[in-house]
């Protein structure tokens, strides 16, 4: 999660006969394409000498000095070669430096290009076998300047003579301040981390404390072992003094750990705050997505100096104990007003971007989408559905059809941040025009089953929805890979009622309600070709749209 700080305008929500959708300006359509280095390719191609090799668990063992915002140590790198080779890429951000690279207790010999380390074997590594080499690195890691919306650590006091540092790195990605195979493609099936910090500090990170040893020179070693997949990104050091809570929630696969890391100061607002959003929203999201993919490791929540990211079972709260998005409804409905924003929207993450992720940055909009929809489930879970309807309209007010939503593939780059909230009121014309909320319930659960614990593409997601009963491609490429919004264009000629839809992609399809003025919606399905349209009784002047819960423009003539 990296929202943009600030709210777009609001967009007119009623319906009328005459309601035109944003389309890009002329200067947008005209500009060139991103220009894109071989460094981004490094980073992003899952090229030959990445995909030769499959990484089943990683042992990262870091020293942190706060006072010297250092960090120092090793990254044991496991892995299954995919194919026989020699060579293979690793990559680690060029400001921290590889000081040796260990293969059976010798060094090997390494390259580095921008931010990429490949590294020659002295045997060629066969197809099928397990091997391993570890790499060890130290230095100065980059400092994010506005984390979480840029990456890499932050050094903070949370008063004087306490020190406070974190990690957030999505988008940039995990080898901005460890060595790693730094494409979403790949996740260790499982990990340890080993966090060493000066005495009087703890260090939480992901999945579950396992030892904690005081070592000489005043400093202290804690060892967290993940017992599932997880991303690279997802991967994070928070270090402070801080104080533990536990509870513990049933839930649909048995007894799940709570536990809560906060500062000292902060331990009243904990109970409250965490008390009053974590039950709750597991209860909603189990109901909705399935069980909690991640009972082997329990469930966290962290008090970070950044605002928030959905590290797994690690999850970062930065929100200040207040209900809303910094104390801002999001929706501008006053049911964003009711919960804790980053506690429910980051711990959706753990549905999708953690058990699902997408293989690609690029499709992001796989773990955004779906998660800032799941604020609109959430309010409807406590307040009924027409209050998560309404959620979820006033998301629009921040969509700005700017860009498509899916990036450019092979160069680590997102697309549109209108994954977040385009992307959410897609989701629900799905459910809306299929009219079937049971099914629709179980299409979620259903997805987060299919997938679990997987790295996925658009294709992938699209073609699980063809489980509603229609191919729904043309309609997920038009909100996804186009700025614009499509157009119902609907005439009046000789009393009949003509539609059709005015849209970028070939073939968009969506089925969509309609109504004579106080009547009962019913579902037309225009394609981009006029058709008649049984609506009786629809006239130019009473014909109503259910642009409410459809995302479209308009055209009665």
């Known amino acids: 999660m990296r ?15 005459l309601l035109l959708p944003p389309r890009p300006a002329a200067a947008q359509l005209l500009q060139p394409k ?44 496991r892995f299954t070669a995919t194919q026989d080779f020699t060579r293979l890429q690793f990559d680690l951000f060029a400001n921290l430096q590889v000081e040796r690279v260990e293969y059976k207790g010798k060094n090997l010999p ?16 066969r197809q099928g076998a397990r091997d391993e080499f570890r790499v060890y690195y130290g230095g100065q890691p980059t400092v994010a300047r506005r984390a979480p919306w840029d990456g890499g650590f932050v050094f903070t006091e949370h008063g004087p003579g306490q020190p406070w540092v974190a990690t957030a790195c999505q988008g940039v990605g995990a080898s901005i301040w460890w060595p790693c195979k730094d494409h979403q493609s790949d996740e260790p ?29 005043g400093f202290t070693r804690f060892d967290w072992a993940v017992s ?62 399935g069980p909690y993919p991640f009972y082997q490791d329990g469930y966290k929540l962290v ?46 993450h753990e549905w999708f971007g953690n058990n699902i992720t997408s293989k690609d940055i690029a499709d992001m909009w796989i773990h955004e989408s779906f998660t800032t929809y799941s604020e609109s489930l959430f309010t409807e879970s406590l307040f009924g559905k027409q209050a998560g309807q309404e959620y979820v309209h006033g998301q629009r007010r921040n969509i700005r059809n700017d860009a498509p939503i899916i990036g450019p593939y092979g160069v680590n780059r997102e697309g549109s941040g209108d994954m ?39 294709e992938d997601i699209v073609q699980y929805f063809r489980r509603t009963g229609r191919d729904l491609t043309a309609v997920f490429n038009q909100y996804l890979r186009h700025p614009a919004l499509p157009t119902l264009e ?18 968009f399809d969506l089925p969509v309600r309609v109504r004579t003025r106080g009547g009962e919606y019913r579902l037309i399905l225009p394609n981009t070709r006029f058709q008649v349209m049984d609506l009786p009784g629809a006239t130019k002047e009473n014909l109503e749209v259910d642009t409410f819960n459809y995302y479209i423009g308009v055209l009665v003539e």
Not at 111 to 125: D, G, H, L, M
Not at 317 to 332: M, P, T, V
């Open 3 to 17: 929202f943009l700080p600030a709210f777009a305008a609001l967009l007119p929500a009623t319906a009328a006969a």
């Open 34 to 77: 991103p220009a894109f280095t071989r460094a981004d390719s490094l980073r992003g191609t899952l090229s030959p000498l990445r995909s030769c090799y499959d990484v089943g668990y990683y042992h990262l063992d870091v020293k942190l000095d706060v006072k010297a915002r250092a960090i120092s140590g090793s990254n044991l790198i």
């Open 110 to 125: 390494f390259t580095r290009e921008a931010n990429a380390v490949f590294v020659t074997f002295p045997q060629p590594i």
């Open 189 to 217: 099936d499982s990990m340890m981390i080993s966090v060493t910090v000066p005495k009087g500090l703890t260090d939480v990170s992901n999945g579950r404390l396992r030892k904690t040893t005081p070592l000489k020179g």
């Open 228 to 289: 599932n997949p997880i991303n690279n990104y997802d991967v994070a050091l928070n270090v402070a003094n801080y104080v533990h809570l536990s509870d513990a929630y049933q839930g649909e696969k048995g007894r799940l750990t709570l536990d809560y890391w906060v500062l000292p100061e902060n331990l009243d607002k904990a109970k409250k705050q965490f008390g009053a959003n974590v039950k709750p929203m597991l209860k909603s999201f189990e109901s909705w997505f």
């Open 303 to 348: 008090e970070t100096p950044h605002l928030g990211m959905e590290h797994q079972s690690a999850v970062a709260y930065g929100n200040k104990y207040q209900n809303g998005y910094l104390g801002q409804d999001r929706s501008a409905t006053g049911w964003g007003d009711k919960w804790d924003f980053i506690v429910i929207h980051e711990s959706g």
């Open 420 to 458: 977040y909230d385009k992307g959410a009121v897609l989701l629900n014309m799905v459910r809306v025009s299929m009219g079937n909320d049971e099914k629709w319930r179980e299409l979620l659960r259903g997805l987060n089953q299919q997938f679990y614990h997987q790295t996925v593409t658009t």
């Open 490 to 507: 609907v005439r009046f000629e000789q009393g009949r009622m003509l539609a059709r839809w005015i849209a970028d992609e070939p073939g």
